[in-house]
Every structure is written in structure tokens, then in C-alpha cells.
């Protein structure tokens, strides 16, 4: 008891002063019945992502601190109200099926289907979505480089849409000179020649509704020697707008989350990691309107691989940004046990919902 204090007090002390609020919001968490944390703690993360997971989710609503009450979007949303779980996304990716072709390149095949999908970012916040395969975001597609990718892709919207797979070269990323019809089907065929962090992104008419509407997913191609066997997880800083767009465009969303639901990880805080060990996250900016979002950790430093094209970091920090479909690599560890507090840098974005937790054990 008396090193998780300590350990709180230098979280608290070691972590972000920038935005106004949360060192209160922060030491308000030390207050927390311990028995209240324990609850919160079930997320439960495998160690490398690609091994597939036995460990299940709960549901139950959890307690968060006293003084985050006042936020805006904090209350629960129940998972199974929407068919997705903030908590499954965060630790779960897709390898496809595999195969050989002729040439003996390992061939890949994936699936994603468009639907209209409302979704709840927050509670009683009802948002019409186009969901890829029945969540925001879509899945998470893992290949590895060398590999050839083919997307089997169904536009079952009631409008003409296309896929982009960003920083893929290939004329199959030209979603906005092939949109498929609703009820309609197209086959996309790339190689996945460079390793590295990418996207795929929908595109549409009007092109200004794109990303919030959550036509979004990452595609990771993994280096051929992979990288160090660490807690892997996928997060991606979206946002939503509730009011009809009109010109002139918003400057900024009005609810904004790692994964989709405001606050899931303040909820249900991400454990499963120990100290010193490797975590890497795979991180995504797809925040329409705003020119910047960031990612910023209390209590530690990672490395950054932008892009994911790399193996050696660029830098060390505990804050990255993000402009929109920009993308990192981050890896770290925890010193110690104790709560960690992970949110956007920008006030208003972390005030709505970018914010979330490592209970570290
Ligand atoms: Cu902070």
C-alpha cells in the first residue's frame, strides 16, 4: 500500500502538467477504493498479438474517479449495445487466409465489407457510421512483407465508395477513380513490398465526411525477421461530429477516443502488462478537421518509429504527433507497477473522451 502511493505520487509528479485538469483528475485516482481498481482491470492482452486469444473481456460497468464524473461522454456504453468492444480492438488483428500462389509468394486473402451501422461513441451519443465489417475501426490486417494482399471488398452502403490503401504502390489505391456501387464488389491486389504502419481509408462523396464516418482500418506489414516479441496493441485517435456538416467545415469534432467509445480505457484500463516489460503500440491518427492529434504517456519515454518503416527509432519522447492518417510505432516499458495515464496533448480532444490507462503490474 504504501509503494502504491508512492508510486501514484511520482506518477503524478513525472506525468503531463500541461492540460489543465487532469493532475487533479490524476490525483483523484489515488483515491480510488482499491477494490474499485481491481474491478476495472479486465483487459486482458496476450503476449504477441498473432497468438489467438483465450482470455474474454467483461462488460459490467465500472467505477472511474469521483472527479471525472463532470466530464462530457464518461458514462459507460455497453459493448454488446454496438457488437464491438473497444477492449477486443485494442489487442486483436487478422492474418488473413493463407495460401501460396503459383510463383510461391504467401498470398493473403482478406474480407472487408461496408455496412451503415449506428454506433454509440458515447452514451445516448447515437452516430450513423459506415462500419468495415461491423466495427469502427475496421480490423486490423497483418501481413508480411513479401506477401501479396488480396482484399475481397463489398460495398453493402447505399452509396458509391472505394478503398484506399495508403502508401501502397499500387493503382488499386485509386479509390476515388474506382468507387464500387452499393451491392456492389471489387477484389484489390497489392504486394506488400515495404514493411511498415499503413491505413486503409475509405473514400466518398461528399470527400469532407470521409473519416468520420469510420471508413477507416490499419494494414501492418510486418519486417521478414519480426520485431522483438513484445504486448502489442492498436490504437487509432478518431473523432465524431453529431451535427449535419455544412460549409464551412467544423475545425473540430464534437467527442473524441482512442478506438471509438470516449473514455473505454478510462473505464476499463488496459492490463496484462508488467514492468519492464515491452509494450508496443501501433498508433493511427484518422481525427478528421483537426490539423494535429498527439499521443502522450505519464510516467515513461518511447521510442518512435514514424511510419513503422523502420527498425531504428527516430526519437525518444513521451509525446508524438499525429497529423491526419499519420502513423507510429511505439515502444516502451514501465519502470514500475502502478497506473499510467495515456491521452491526447490537445486539451479540448482529451476533455472529450482521448484518454485512457495501464494498470501495470
Ligand atoms: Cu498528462
Redesign the pocket.
Known sequence: MINQRRLSRRVLLG??IG?AG?ASNLLALQLVPKGAQASSAITKISAIADIPRTAKTSNKALAVPASFATLPFINPVEPLSIGFDPSELLVTSEQGTVSKLASGQTLREFTLTVTPKTILPAAGQQFKALAVNGRVPGPTLRATQGDHIRINFTNNSNIALGMNFSGIRSNANDALLKFVDPNASIVYDFDAEFFGLYLYQGFKLPLAENLIKGLYGMLIIDPPTPRPKATELFMMLNGFVFSPITQPLPSSNQLYAINTVAYHYIRNPITGVTANQLVRVYLANVTEFELLNSF?L?GTVFNIYRSGTSLKPEETDSTVMLGPAQRAILEFTFKLPGQY?F?TYQGECAEKGCMGMFNVQ
Open positions: 506525468g503531463g492540460l487532469l502522450h505519464h495515464m491521452h
